[in-house]
DNA sequence: GGCTGGTATGCCTGACTGTCATGGAGCCCT
DNA sequence: AGGGCTCCATGACAGTCAGGCATACCAGCC
């Protein structure tokens, strides 16, 4: 037997969205659908090529082997299609996968100056949580993804082959303080001061510390409201409903009635800007791209 | 909706069969699932694939940007497949396809050559009639072949790309007798000597001259043999069963018997031996393989 | 005008690929 | 420890589709 079309591109959705069911609802099918090609992929190559735990599917060496090898025969059917209806080759378009708080700052300058520059080079982004954008970039859905790490900086992932990183910025946390209150009324303050607070979280995940608190804060949170928009939480701390942490990207942005200070007393809440991608050769159009977002981390240091 | 893969793989076998009919027997499909298939990649596509004409069948314009990217598809699925099962990746394997006499002496010398110069380039052959070997190197099924043409030397299609020539030898036509005949008297004989005489040919088709008879000889040939073996076709001038022509090639390998003897009078029957590829790049097994193929054609010359 | 290539198509069956509904295994939180 | 959640697997079923078979049709050729 030999693996289908449908097959194959249930593999690579599995492989992106890292669950049977996520790569259900995107593909339009039913989760049992999903598990029945997946079975149906493993009897073709008589091997098991996903790792089912619990909470999640990854691939085995031989799904990520079939993966590498399913991404080009759809892109090539892709491709025919294109050709075929007369549309250009999607000649040098680079996809970017960006996690979310990028997207405000760093992402639309580095675009514009690409854009002055290269004007040919066609740049599509993406936004997702950073195990998404691995495993997209695993899945040859994405080119180049700009991913946050805090420390310790491990790698993303532990599957072969290892991606490769490249810092863009090293930065610090900063804290989001309405204009008035009294925490704005220096230009830092203590980590004492953040017992006893409401703050602004993101989406809380349960997996991962609520992001938008301050890591370490003492006492137990009162998260009052969340919010996945940078804008949404920047003007909620404006209208008083509470306090957040915003990367220092967000420096120019912030909108009038927020302040934002740094925090004394705990340890340097440092994180980093990383760059990654697949290892092996690099199109122009992505160097290009590196190029510019590097030149616009270098310009706005943390 | 979208090509699938069987149809794709009943795509290339079209482009390289050249009917509906010898890509079904091909593939172990009835005539009719060819057709359907076919109709169902038209109507996939939204447009008209193949030109059926009396006789056969040969791409459009369309069926040929399709088969480009089709062949990408079935051999990166072929790749997985070879990858899973353990073996390795098909690296550097040339594949050659060569008219029939080519396979004689040409070949072997220049492959044996070949592996002792670079042993880890792997080379695979297959004989086919020169309509044949043009669609396939169409349909990428094989890299390189060995093509016997005629004067006027003409371009072998007339699809885009056009395909790239190279001559690797230029020979005239010898004249195969048995050793004591008369006409083994001199080392040449005049045209008109030829006239009532016992040819051997090769297999007849309606469409080509009778290979193996002098062309130009005078009065109705007298064909007495045919047989698509070399070998086969000199014992039997040997044996005195009849005369036939033969490339100045095989005059190592004329068994005792035989005489290989010029014609006079008539115009010089000239053939080339040519080296045919799709135009691109051409990766490095390939250039070895052509090198060693010049090289041979040069030690012997015709 | 029959014959010999070739392709198209109506009819049928078996397989396959989906859905629906249900069951079972971990993990988390209380 | 147990309830609840989220995930995957699987039995039953239906619609579709891809094959085979038989036949019709068409063009060139002797």
Do not use: N
Request: aromatic content about 2%; charged content about 20%.
């Amino acid at each position: 037997m030999e693996p289908s079309l449908t097959g194959l591109r249930v593999l690579r959705e599995i492989a992106e969205r890292g669950s049977f069911t996520a790569a259900a609802t995107e593909l339009g099918y039913t989760q049992s659908a999903v598990s029945r090609q997946a079975a149906a992929l493993e009897r073709a190559t008589g091997q098991r090529l996903f790792d089912r735990q619990a909470g999640g599917v990854t691939l085995t060496a031989a799904g990520l082997t079939l993966l590498r090898h399913a991404v080009v025969a759809l892109d090539a059917v892709a491709a025919a299609d294109r050709e075929l209806k007369g549309l250009p080759p999607e000649r040098g378009t680079v996809r970017l996968g960006t996690f979310p708080s990028a997207g405000v700052l760093i992402l639309p300058r580095a675009l514009a100056a690409l854009r002055r520059t290269h004007p040919r080079i066609g740049v599509t982004t993406r936004e997702a949580t950073t195990p998404a954008l691995v495993r997209a970039l695993r899945a040859r859905t994405i080119d180049l993804a700009i991913l946050a790490s805090r420390p310790p900086h491990r790698p993303l992932d532990d599957q072969a082959p290892p991606l490769e990183y490249l810092t863009l910025s090293e930065t610090t946390l900063l804290l989001a303080v309405p204009a008035g209150s009294a925490l704005a009324a220096e230009d830092a303050v203590e980590l004492e001061a953040l017992a006893d607070q409401d703050w602004i979280a993101g989406p809380s995940s349960a997996a991962e510390p609520a992001m938008g608190v301050w890591p370490g804060a003492p006492g137990r949170p009162r998260i009052v409201h969340t919010a996945r928009d940078w804008l949404t939480k920047l003007h909620l701390v404006a209208a008083g409903c509470g306090i957040t942490t915003v990367p220092p990207g967000l420096a120019d942005a912030v909108p009038p009635g927020v302040r934002l200070v740094e925090v004394q007393g705990g340890p340097a809440e440092r994180r980093r800007v990383v760059l990654a991608r697949l290892p092996g050769p690099c199109p122009p159009a992505a160097t290009e791209i590196i190029r510019a977002l590097r030149q616009e981390a270098a310009r706005q240091p943390g």
